[in-house]
């Protein structure tokens, strides 16, 4: 195999045994009938991987993903095929797999981490960074049965998180993190793409679409399509709405498709009306949550609020809001640039702006000792129920060119509780939905 190839699949298969009774597998021994069906989970699994990339695996449960998974990762051998890999892969798969639950997250960190290929000095030296990483206080002392599925993942991704490894196999284990711990995961995998080779398995295109350079579509056992992520995202949500479509559906010819006119109602009040209405939680400014920069100035306070300058504690989607910034400048900022980012608990960028093209033909100097207070304001959009982070961050100098002196990560944190949104990132209000029905006359027109 090339050494620039990771992972190596040719012609892979996989087939399973399925016996009625478990005394079939022992009688199996002695008998010339065969007693069990045959189960064909992979069939011609066909593809490389190259150091570096990052290749997503998308396809509906019982497509053969978590099979794949597993053959590469070597806990299962194929019927058919051969599966190559270069270098030391480090894997998470199914909720607690390679832990035991009798022993304590400190102890299994030693023995997954060991199974890893780390000597116990290698472990000891990273031992303190793979806990502040987990962030689970004195349960890592707790036998882990008695973990939480959350503080599984955290424990589990820390340990692959420092294990040095050239590959990293991730199996819908983070849709089970909360959304600051899954924005640290993520952020880590995006660093890792630097050096490393990554595959993500997820049900959530926009992640695999986000993350990922290419793709591999799964379908009972076989590869549907195979290229760039964005692409195979695409493929696999259109024949998934067309799953759920009916066959005999006929697209609008051009004569019957309607001309745009102007909207006049407003649906916002229905809706904030009813048990749908956009009710959004928002927690209070981290000073503490982590962060980067330069330091010639920092951000002491984000804050949302209402046009009378108010503090919010709850939003409603589709209200006009307030983001107000302020920042404490410490060394001479002649051209500063502060802008806001509002995240979904993937880390995928939802929205956001900043003050440079306002004020890019009159630059604010802002001289050592200043306060700088931003706001912008704008009608919230309305979320899918989640939880969601705003990530500010304060710089100096151009759009193009310019250095961070401060950048929080996760500044506020915002919940969504209940939300009208059918689909997407996010929703706008509409400003009117209507259905007609009228009846057509014979030179074309409608009464």
């Known amino acids: 195999m090339s050494s620039d190839i990771a992972i190596s699949v040719r012609n892979v298969g996989k087939t399973f045994r399925l016996y009625k009774r478990p005394q079939d597998r022992l009688l199996q021994r002695f008998s010339r009938k065969p007693l069990f069906k045959e189960f064909h989970a992979l069939a011609d699994i066909d593809f490389e991987v190259k150091r570096g990339e990052t290749v997503g695996i998308i396809g509906r449960n019982g497509s053969g993903k978590s099979t794949l998974l597993q053959l590469i990762c070597g806990t299962l051998t194929p019927t058919a095929g051969e599966v190559k890999v270069n270098g030391r892969i480090a894997a998470l798969l199914e909720l607690g797999a390679g832990f035991n639950p009798e022993f304590t997250g400190r102890e299994n960190v030693y023995l997954n981490a060991t199974i890893l290929g780390l000597t116990k000095e290698e472990i000891d030296a990273r031992l303190q960074d793979i806990f502040d990483f987990a962030d689970i206080g004195e349960f890592v002392d707790q036998p882990v049965k008695t973990y939480s599925s959350g503080m599984y993942v955290r424990l589990a991704f820390a340990v692959i998180a420092h294990v040095d490894a050239d590959i990293l196999v991730i199996d819908e284990a983070l849709a089970v993190g909360d959304a600051l711990f899954t924005q640290k995961c993520m952020r880590f995998l995006r660093a ?226 209940c939300s009208a949104v059918a689909s997407g990132l996010v929703g706008i209000p509409m400003l009117e939905i209507s259905l007609e029905a009228s009846e057509q006359t014979e030179d074309g027109g409608t009464e």
Request: net charge negative.
């Open 192 to 417: 890792f793409r630097e050096k490393g080779t990554i595959l993500f398995v997820s049900h959530d295109s926009h992640a695999v679409t986000n993350l990922c350079q290419r793709a591999i579509w799964l379908n009972q056992g076989r590869i549907q399509e195979q290229g760039v992520a964005k692409e195979v995202a695409e493929a696999y949500l259109a024949s998934l709405f067309a799953s759920t479509n009916r066959k005999d559906e006929k697209p609008a010819t051009e004569s019957e498709m309607a001309k745009p006119e102007d909207w006049v109602d407003q649906r916002l009040p229905y809706i904030n009306a009813s048990p749908l209405r956009n009710d959004i939680e928002v927690f209070r400014f981290d000073p503490k949550a982590s962060a980067f920069g330069h330091g010639h100035a920092a951000i002491t306070n984000v804050r949302l609020e209402n046009d009378e300058g108010r503090p919010l504690a709850w939003v409603v989607g589709g209200e006009i809001v307030n983001l107000r910034v302020k920042v404490k400048v410490r060394e001479l900022l002649d051209r500063p640039i502060v802008g806001f980012y509002v995240k979904d608990r993937l880390g995928q960028n939802l929205f956001g702006d900043n003050t440079y093209l306002s004020y890019a033909d009159d630059p604010v100097s802002a001289p050592a000792g200043t306060e700088l207070t931003v706001r912008f304001r704008f009608p919230m959009p309305l979320l899918p129920a989640g939880d969601y982070s705003i990530a500010v961050a304060v710089a100096n100098g151009t759009q193009l060119e310019h250095v961070h002196h401060h950048w929080i990560h996760d500044a506020l944190i915002f919940r969504s509780q």
